[in-house]
Structures are given as structure tokens and as C-alpha cells.
């Protein structure tokens, strides 16, 4: 059973920072795309960052995180990672870590498996 399990959410204040976390298990994910997306409510799922799983891990970002945002993985614990700074109170909301194996990386109805979702609170 494929299991993708997010942390590090949180509260921060602006022009801070965090990292999220997702521990991908049940299946090897080699040429999956890992990808970020983030939701708010009454709001489409928002596609935030990918990276391919594979030798080169090309990574991809939307124009509002781009500079900002950084998206890794590391292949001996299976984790991808979005390291978010000098976050901005418009990041606020819930994000959710995703894998998909064809589609395009930007659309989340390409991604098979989700994880719960973690919240991120930018707040002074």
C-alpha cells in the first residue's frame, strides 16, 4: 500500500522559513514524479513544485514560489523535501505532497497517490 506522509507545517512569520517533509513507502518511485501541491479552502488545488525521481531530478516550480522555494529528495530515506523561504502570509494554507507516474507534472489530476496535508500558517 503506497503511503506518502507529510510534516513540518506549522506557524511562521513573514520572511520566514520551513521545511516540509514527505516519506514516500510502499512501492519504489523510481521515474515518478514527486510533486507539491497547495490547497485553500473554496480554492483549486495549486501546484507548487515537482521533481522527477530519477538520477538527474529535474525540478520544476510555479512563478509564485520560484527563488523562494526548493524542492529535493533524498533517495536513501525515500523523503522529498520543499524548503520554503522568506514566506509571504498569501503562502498560508494547507499542502499536500503528491506522486505521479505519467500526466502533466502540473496538474493534479495526474497524481495517483496524495498525502494528508499539512498546514502552514504565515502570521504575525
Known amino acids: 500500500q503506497v503511503q506518502l506522509i507529510e510534516s513540518g507545517g506549522g506557524l511562521v512569520q513573514p520572511g520566514g522559513s520551513l521545511k516540509l517533509s514527505c516519506v514516500a513507502s510502499?512501492?519504489?518511485?523510481?521515474?515518478?514524479?514527486m510533486g507539491w501541491f497547495r490547497q485553500a479552502p473554496g480554492k483549486e488545488r495549486e501546484f507548487v513544485a515537482a521533481?522527477?525521481?530519477?538520477?538527474?531530478?529535474?525540478?520544476y516550480y510555479a512563478d509564485s514560489v520560484k527563488g523562494r522555494f526548493t524542492i529535493s529528495k533524498d533517495n536513501a530515506k525515500n523523503t522529498f523535501y520543499l524548503q520554503m523561504n522568506n514566506l509571504k502570509p498569501e503562502d498560508t494554507t494547507v499542502y499536500y505532497c503528491?506522486?505521479?507516474?505519467?500526466?502533466?507534472?502540473?496538474?493534479?489530476?495526474?497524481?495517483?497517490?496524495w498525502g494528508q496535508g499539512t498546514q502552514v500558517t504565515v502570521s504575525s
Open positions: 503528491a506522486a505521479s507516474y505519467v500526466g502533466s507534472i502540473y496538474d493534479p489530476g495526474a497524481y495517483a497517490y
Open positions: 510502499g512501492r519504489t518511485f523510481g521515474g515518478y514524479t
Open positions: 521533481i522527477r525521481w530519477t538520477l538527474i531530478g529535474s525540478t
